[in-house]
């Protein structure tokens, strides 16, 4: 079975604290992780992640991911409270006769404190 | 361009009574897929379709159909509406042509509540 564990699952720091987000996967016909923020209302899309040890970088937010070991992280810098939100991974597989798939972790809840 | 768009946006059911959530995208996407989001659950894939006409069982299918008559819909029926149905339910939307990465565009979410 698919699996995709987030940790921590909740988190709280203080602005300019830097973070980082945990994801582990286990899941046949890899093709690629995907990274989200949700705010209140639906998951936004962050990053996309193919190639093992190729960084991808948004201003604060950088993500990498290590296809030997299985796993993702998320690091945010200089924590702002607008960084405040779930951050869901997700994990896309291929399948043969039902086109392609996301698993998604429970998520890690971040509350960045003034 | 309103990307994905979910109706209701809310709705409160009693035990046993039906209802149709309606999904629309006007991105012209191949793929669709109904999620379910309980607290400390993150998403799990209720319903998917890879194209007009057909439909697949994701995670969590049980007390749940769907169609998908045209491509820019999908509906996602609830027949007889239980308490363990109460969630917040997305849409999502995604080229899913094979050879590219799979990046799913959400709506906003329809908050079910089942008394």
């Known amino acids: 079975e698919d699996k995709v564990v987030q940790s921590p699952l909740s988190l709280v720091v203080h602005e300019g604290d830097t973070v980082t987000l945990n994801c582990s996967y286990e899941v046949t016909n890899f093709r690629s992780l995907l990274w989200y923020k949700q705010e209140k209302k639906a998951p936004t899309f962050l990053f996309m992640l193919t190639s093992s040890g190729i960084e991808k970088k948004s201003g604060r937010l950088s993500s990498i991911l290590d296809k030997k070991e299985l796993f993702s992280i998320l690091n945010i810098t200089a924590t702002q409270t607008g960084d405040s939100a779930i951050y869901l991974c997700?994990?896309?597989?291929?399948?043969?006769?039902?086109?392609?798939?996301?698993?998604f972790g429970e998520g890690t809840q971040l509350t960045v404190n003034p | 361009n309103a990307g994905v768009t979910q109706t209701p946006k809310f709705r409160v059911l009693k035990t046993g009574q039906s209802m149709t959530l309606l999904c629309a995208q006007d991105?012209?996407?191949?793929?669709m897929y109904w999620y379910r989001q309980d607290p400390g659950m993150g998403l799990r894939l209720i319903h998917y379709s890879v194209g007009e006409g057909t439909t697949a069982k994701g995670e969590v299918p049980d007390g749940y159909n769907v169609s998908r008559l045209k491509k820019q819909n999908f509906l996602l029926g609830l027949e007889s509406a239980a308490p363990s149905q109460t969630s917040v339910y997305f849409c999502?939307?995604?080229?899913?042509?094979?050879?590219?990465?799979?990046?799913?565009?959400f709506g906003p979410g329809t908050r079910l509540t089942v008394l």
């Open positions: 991105m012209n996407h191949e793929y």
């Open positions: 997700a994990v896309d597989r291929l399948e043969e006769t039902s086109g392609s798939r996301l698993t």
């Open positions: 999502a939307s995604s080229r899913g042509t094979s050879g590219f990465p799979n990046e799913q565009f």
